[in-house]
Every structure is written in structure tokens, then in C-alpha cells.
């Protein structure tokens, strides 16, 4: 059944935005079980063929945007770079103090103070990643109580003289958590990137950002590019 519905997609019978038909009809459309259904919707979703709305179903994917986590050039530009419509939707601040995963991330101590900036970025009208920007409160005084900038490395450097250097990024193949998977629109058994890069200024970490893609969204580029 993977193979006759790749093939459907291939060959444009089923062409990217299509609604693909539910576990049961498929079943009963080639005389297969429910789980064979299921099983073959799973594997297109793995391999970016098709991808999952929560409550709405299975949908053939669209064409995949370049990105290339290694370079100083924002997301938000390389996507307009490739002449992408984008929106940067703002979710709102929180202050927190470090532990777990943020207190190894920076190298801290439990409950230095940190200030996380969440927003999800929609591309060609579809919500493709969700975003952290987790920054050390106090690298940048004052930073908490003035208003959101996006990109965040831009606003550091322009108004704060902060221009820190990225050391790391990292990915890893997941499940997109609660959190994320909410604001994208999806079930948290979707299949997801999770990149996170780490930048230091004089020899700490001052800036982790951490973001959820969705799988079937993104083509990643690794290249060491100028700014």
C-alpha cells in the first residue's frame, strides 16, 4: 500500500496539499487491513511524503525549504531568500531559572536566571517551527524589560553590543513534544528535527536557541557560510 501511494504522488494523481483518505477507506478501498493502513500513512509520514494536521488527517507535502543551520545568515532571511512568504508569530516570554537541559546547555549553575523567548515561524501559510530563543539574563541588563525583537542575535548585537560567536549545532530525529507539537497543529507522535545552537561571548555561553521542525518541511544544508 506504500508503494501504491507513493506512486499516486509520483506520478501527480496526488499532488502536494491533497488530502489523502483516512485509515478505513484506504483499508477498505485495497482490501487491507486497518493496520496495514496505518502502517503504510507511517511510513510516507517518515520518509516526507505526506505529513499529519492534528484532527484533520493526512496531507501530501509540499515542496521542502532550504535550511542551513550553520550559517550567520537568520532563518527568517534564508527562507526570504528563497523568495518564501514568513511570518514570525510571537508566543510570549518567560523568565526561568536554569536546570536540567538549560543548565548544562549554558554551563551554570541551578537557578541562574535566564529569559526564553518562544515563537513559532509559518512558512507559505503553514506552521513549520517552533522556536526557543533561551538568552542569559545577565549578559544583556535590562534585556527583560524591553520588548520583543526578532531575530533575537540581531536585536543583541544592534542594541545591547552583544555579537556572539556559535560554537555548535546540533540535531536530532524526534517526536515533536506537547509544547511545540500545540502551537504547530499537530499530534506529538509527529516525526520532527530538533536543532539546537549555542553561542558564547568571551568564553560563556550567553545564547541557546532551540527549534522543532517538521520533518517533512525542511531540507537541511550544512555549509559554513559568511554572515
Known sequence: LRDVLMEEIRSGLRVPGDRLPS???LAEEHAV???TARKALSILE???AIYRSDRRGY???KLRVLYNPLSEINLMRQMR???LLTKNIYLGRQILE???WYADRFEVPVGTPLVLERSVVQIEG???VYGEDCLLMEAAPGYAEQPYVSPMTQNLHKNYGLKARQISASMRV???PFVPSKHLGVSTDTMGISLTHIRKLEGRVILVDRSFWLSDSVELVLENTPE
Open 59 to 61: 496531507f501530501v507535502s
Open 98 to 100: 536554569a536546570k536540567g
Open 23 to 25: 485509515e478505513r477507506t
Open 33 to 35: 487491513a486497518r493496520m
Open 81 to 83: 531568500n528563497q523568495g
Open 126 to 128: 503553514r506552521r513549520l
Open 46 to 48: 517518515s520518509e516526507g
Open 174 to 176: 524526534t517526536n515533536i
